[in-house]
């Protein structure tokens, strides 16, 4: 074989190999469950601006709303739509403020978790060109007509500098038992997650989604005080993030993008070396148009039938005078 005819098979061989090579299209995957999405609200009963969203159990949603930030305590209405809560106080929803009883935090991304309802913020709708980076807890048991803060974390010296309307879309929780027992790594000591090096945070780590970067970051709060540690920062693989939900049955925490990215969703999981990687990329269901998808929440196990089990969405733009959308993904 001579030098030119062996460069021209060398050259055939990379072609080859290129073709092969799938796009960035070609790896997203097709929404794991059923293809088909329904409202899951009444007409016009958020208008704009809902936002995060996070199951406490089968029975029990919550939502949060910016401007004004807003709690919502959801049950189900009996026809397969969701609606608040009629009890507690809950039936228009919950005005939030900080701690001190003041300000209108920008409410992006909710959590129930054994230590109560957090909840991430991106400024104080009170001085809406500031960037405050600040995740909140709220009493839920509380039958006030709206919430101060039972405690507060400011993040914003530790996090990147954003916009006033670039910050904490996103919160979800993840606990203990689940990171040591899959060899979650802590970049703080560089060693094995071990919750015993943070006293009195709670029982498990907070996940916080950056809109700017698209960025996650995993903290340890101190929930008796202010104080936080940045145990790990992880790479959602996505260009900006608006959700953030942990899916214990299956290990996988979602990363979800709104209608930048056509809204597509990350799932990543804890790999070999004990670090959060991105392990598949889905397409929203085809039966969905592309909306402002701001929150996304999956229902626990206990809501399985038939093999399947319910997400919702929360569109921030109230298409169609609904704001929530139900969808399915398969029981694991």
């Known amino acids: 074989m001579t030098a030119k005819t062996r460069f021209i098979a060398l050259l055939s061989i990379a072609a080859a190999g290129l073709a092969v090579v799938p796009s960035a299209e070609a790896a997203t995957l097709k929404w794991p469950g059923s293809s088909s999405v329904t409202t899951a609200d009444s007409s016009n009963v958020f208008g704009q601006n809902l936002s995060g969203l996070s199951f406490e159990s089968a029975g029990v949603l919550w939502a949060v709303r910016n401007g004004p930030g ?37 409410a ?86 071990n919750p015993a090096n943070y006293a009195n945070h709670g029982s498990g780590l907070y996940f916080v989604g950056l809109e700017d970067n ?15 540690t940045r145990v790990a920062t992880i790479a959602s693989g996505a260009s900006t993030i608006m959700e953030l939900t942990f899916e214990p049955e299956a290990g996988r925490l979602w990363a979800v993008c709104d209608n930048n990215c056509s809204g597509r969703s990350n799932t990543l999981q804890i790999n070999a070396q004990g670090k959060f990687a991105v392990t598949a990329t889905y397409n929203r269901p085809s039966g969905m148009a592309n909306l402002n998808n701001e929150g996304f929440a999956i229902a626990p196990q206990s809501a399985c039938s038939s093999g399947s089990k319910p997400v919702v969405w929360a569109d921030d733009g109230n298409t169609s005078s609904h704001a929530q959308r139900t969808g399915t993904l398969p029981c694991v």
Do not use: C, M
């Open 70 to 106: 807003t709690l919502y305590r959801l049950v189900p209405n009996g026809t397969g739509k969701w609606r608040t809560d009629t009890t507690g106080g809950w039936g228009s929803g919950k005005s939030l403020s900080y701690a001190d009883g003041a300000g209108d935090p920008d």
């Open 108 to 193: 992006e991304g909710v959590v129930a978790t054994p230590d109560g309802i957090f909840v991430s913020t991106e400024r104080d709708g009170d001085d809406d060109g500031t960037s405050l980076l600040k995740i909140l807890r709220y009493d839920r048991a509380s039958t006030a007509s709206s919430l101060d803060a039972t405690a507060e974390w400011d993040l914003t010296d530790d996090l990147p500098e954003v916009g006033d309307n670039d910050g904490l879309e996103a919160i979800s929780w993840i606990p203990d038992s689940f990171l040591t027992a899959h060899g979650f790594y802590d970049e703080k000591t560089k060693a094995k997650y």
């Open 214 to 228: 698209g960025t996650i970051y995993a903290y340890a709060l101190n929930q008796a005080g202010d104080g936080y």
